[in-house]
């Protein structure tokens, strides 16, 4: 069960659009399409925000989005606002009834 | 309110044992399964184990099988984790997350804050 992989920082400045990777294996990410990704504000609860790859729970902006390419999916984060500086982490089903999740990407608002 | 609480967290011995609760409020807690995932400060999050909603069927990482033990109390809406033969690598902050897929696993809509827990060597 090896983490998926995520690049450790991601930035950009108010406005613009950002988007966070995370890769897997066929028997994780490529798998099934069963991703979902969390926003963590360090000392709080984590957030989910995408579910199945690309939906998005009540409540959740539309500045957010995901997405799936064979292994990899994707968050993007369009019209980035200061609040939306916090940790990202992708999370997969593996099979087994198992989950793994990614190594988290830092999100910096420039 | 909805929410989850855990607490049980503090400084252990390795080798030694600590249990830690997680409890429920504002929603029927006999609808849903429940998962315990772990981050080591600086680092990022570990699925640890999962107890389906009757609690007939657990699982675990394998970095915790056969040391870690999750239960729950639908009396008392209340998930534990036991762990034992605890190691360094076990120091984190175990948090109690609240299962909403209906067929899979990986859908965590609801998280606690956290308890942390320190094995001392």
């Known amino acids: 069960q090896s983490a998926l992989t995520q690049p450790p920082s991601a930035s950009g400045s108010p406005g613009q659009s950002v988007t966070i990777s995370c890769t897997g294996t066929s028997s994780d990410v490529g798998g099934y399409n069963y991703v979902s990704w969390y926003q963590h504000h360090p000392g709080q609860a984590p957030k989910v925000i995408i579910y199945?790859?690309?939906r998005r729970p009540s409540g959740v902006p539309d500045r957010f989005s995901g997405s799936k390419s064979g292994n990899t999916a994707s968050l993007t984060v369009s019209g980035l606002q200061a609040e939306d500086e916090a940790d990202y982490y992708c999370c997969s089903y593996a099979g087994s009834n198992h989950v793994v999740f990614g190594g988290g990407t830092k999100l910096t608002v420039l | 309110q909805v929410q989850l609480v855990e607490s049980g967290g503090g400084v252990v011995q390795a080798g030694l044992s600590q249990r830690l609760s997680c409890a429920a409020s504002?929603?029927?807690?006999?609808?849903?399964?429940f998962h315990w995932v772990r981050q080591v400060p600086g680092k990022g999050l570990e699925w640890v184990a999962v107890i389906w909603y009757d609690g007939g069927r657990k699982e675990y990482a394998d970095s915790v099988k056969g040391r870690f033990s999750v239960s729950r109390d639908q009396f008392k809406s209340i998930v534990y984790l036991q762990m034992n033969s605890l190691r360094a690598e076990d120091s984190a902050v175990y948090y109690c997350a609240r299962e909403a897929a209906p067929t899979y696993l990986g859908y965590f809509d609801l998280w606690g804050r956290g308890t942390l827990v320190t094995v001392s060597s």
């Open positions: 199945e790859v690309s």
């Open positions: 504002g929603f029927t807690f006999s609808r849903y399964g």
